[in-house]
C-alpha cells in the first residue's frame, strides 16, 4: 500500500498555460459575434421582404377598392367592348344542337368515309359520304366539298361513341330539287329525265335529282321499258307533291309541245342519234327526224359517215312535219351558203343557218303568195293584185276591171 501510494504520489500534471486559455476564449467569443451578425442580417432582411410584402398587399387593396369603386359606380368608363358586342359574339358561336335544325359549317378534313366539319360545337361534326350529295356519290369531294368550303348543313343525329353531331347536305338539296320542280311546273317547261327503272306501271326517271314516274299512258314512244332504260327522255310535270312525295311526268306532253315548235322552215339544234344507208336521225328536242342523204347537200354525198358520225351535234332546216305519222323531214342542203359547204365547210353552214333558212322562208312566203295572187288575179271583187315584189296588193289600174282572158296573153318568146 504503501509503495502504491508513493507511486500516486509521484505522479503530477501539467500546469494550465494561461496563454492558451485566452486564445480559446477569443476564438468562442468571435464565434459568437458572427452568428449574432448573421442573426441581425436575417432579422434585417425578413423584415425588408416582409415590408415589401406588405406594401405590394396595400398596393393591391388599394387598386381592388379603385376597381370596385369604379365597377360601382361607372361600370363601362373606357371599356371598347360593349354589351351589344358581347351578345353579337355569343351568337356568332351559338349553335343549335337539336336534330333538324341548320348550322353553318367549314369543312377541316375528309376521308374516304365523309368530312369532319367545324360548326363551333363542343365537338366536330361528321358528314358521311350518303349525306353529302342529292346523287349517288364514292367520295365527298365529287360534290365539292374540300377543306376550307363553308356551306349551310342540317343535323340529322348525334353519334353515341363520342357525341358528335352527324350532318346532312343531301336534305337540303332535296328541299331546293323540289321546290325547283314546281318553278318549272309553273313555266311548263320541257327538261330531259334519264330513264332509271321500270314498273308494271311505267317506268321511273330521274330529274333535278329526285325519282319521278312517268305512266306508260304517258309515253308517246312505242319503245318497251327495256329499251328505254337508261334513255333520257323529254318530260314536262303533272304533279309535283313534296308533302306526298309524288312526282308526275309525261313524254307525251313534252314531244307535243317540241313537236309543236316544229314550224316549216325553222332552224332546230339536233343530235345524230344513227346512220343508215338512205340518210341520218336527228333527236331535235325528243324528237327523231330524217335527214335524207339527198338533203345533206348540194354536192353528192357518196357516204353519209363521210360527214356525219353519231353523237354529233348540228343545226338542221325543217322541210316537213306530219304530225299523224310523226315524222319530221329536216335538211342541211337548204342552209348551205355556197352549194358543197355543207361538205368542206359545216361550221360555216350552221353560222350562217338562220341567215340562209329567213331566205328559205322569204321565198316560200313569195311562192305562197304568187299562188294566192293566181287565185286572185282573175277576181276583181277581191280588190287584190300581185305587185312586181312578188307580194299583194290593191288592184291596180293596169288590171281591168272586167279580170284579164288568158288567151289575150301573148305568146312567151322563146330564148
Known amino acids: 500500500m504503501a509503495s502504491l501510494a508513493q507511486q ?23 464565434n459568437i459575434n458572427q452568428t449574432i451578425k448573421r442573426i441581425q442580417t436575417t432579422k434585417a432582411a425578413a423584415a425588408a421582404v416582409s415590408n415589401a410584402q406588405t406594401r405590394e398587399r396595400m ?61 363551333t360545337a363542343k365537338s366536330s361534326a361528321f358528314l358521311p359520304v350518303r349525306e353529302a ?37 343531301r336534305q337540303i338539296q332535296y328541299d331546293l330539287a323540289w321546290e325547283r320542280c314546281r318553278q318549272l311546273q309553273a313555266e311548263d317547261v320541257v327538261l330531259k329525265g334519264k330513264v332509271v327503272g321500270a314498273n308494271k306501271g311505267g317506268v321511273v326517271a330521274i330529274v333535278e335529282g329526285l325519282r319521278g314516274f312517268v305512266p306508260f299512258s304517258q309515253i308517246s314512244s312505242t319503245s318497251n321499258a327495256e329499251e328505254l332504260l337508261e334513255q333520257e327522255i323529254p318530260l314536262k310535270f303533272v304533279e309535283v307533291d313534296e308533302e306526298q312525295s ?23 339544234t339536233g343530235t345524230v342519234q344513227s346512220l343508215k344507208p338512205y340518210g341520218a336521225f336527228i333527236d331535235i328536242g325528243g324528237v327523231n327526224g330524217l335527214l335524207h342523204v339527198s338533203q345533206i347537200s348540194h354536192d353528192r354525198v357518196s357516204d353519209i359517215a363521210t360527214v356525219l358520225q353519231p353523237g354529233d351535234t ?82 291596180g289600174a293596169d288590171l281591168p276591171a272586167e279580170g284579164l282572158d288568158l288567151n289575150e296573153s301573148p305568146p312567151v318568146e322563146e330564148v
Request: with cysteine; hydrophobic share 35%; net charge negative.
Open 8 to 30: 500516486i504520489g509521484g505522479l503530477r500534471c501539467p500546469s494550465l498555460s494561461t496563454t492558451h486559455l485566452s486564445r480559446k476564449s477569443s476564438f468562442s467569443n468571435n
Open 59 to 119: 398596393k393591391l387593396k388599394e387598386m381592388f377598392e379603385e376597381a370596385y369603386e369604379r365597377c360601382r359606380t361607372a361600370p363601362y368608363e373606357g371599356v371598347a367592348f360593349t354589351v351589344e358586342d358581347f351578345h353579337s359574339a355569343i351568337e356568332k358561336f351559338d349553335y343549335n344542337s337539336e336534330i333538324g335544325s341548320k348550322v353553318k359549317g367549314t369543312v377541316f378534313n375528309v376521308d374516304a368515309n365523309g368530312a369532319y366539319v367545324d360548326i
Open 133 to 169: 350529295s342529292i346523287h349517288g356519290i364514292k367520295h365527298v369531294e365529287e360534290a365539292g366539298i374540300v377543306p376550307g368550303m363553308r356551306d349551310e348543313f342540317i343535323i340529322i343525329g348525334e353519334n353515341e361513341h363520342d357525341d358528335s353531331l352527324i350532318l346532312s347536305s
Open 246 to 268: 309524288r312526282l308526275i311526268l309525261s313524254n307525251r306532253k313534252a314531244r307535243a309541245d317540241s313537236q309543236a315548235q316544229l314550224g316549216i322552215g325553222s332552224v332546230v
Open 314 to 395: 348540228l343545226k338542221v332546216m325543217v322541210l316537213s312535219h306530219d304530225r299523224e305519222r310523226g315524222r319530221v323531214s329536216l335538211s342541211t342542203k337548204k342552209l348551205e351558203p355556197t352549194p358543197g359547204d355543207m361538205i368542206r365547210n359545216p361550221k360555216l353552214v350552221f353560222e350562217k343557218a338562220e341567215e340562209m333558212a329567213m331566205t328559205f322562208r322569204q321565198r316560200i312566203a313569195q311562192a305562197e303568195a304568187m299562188a294566192r295572187a293566181d287565185m286572185l288575179r282573175f277576181s276583181p271583187e277581191s280588190g287584190l293584185t300581185l305587185n312586181s315584189d312578188g307580194t299583194l296588193g290593191p288592184l
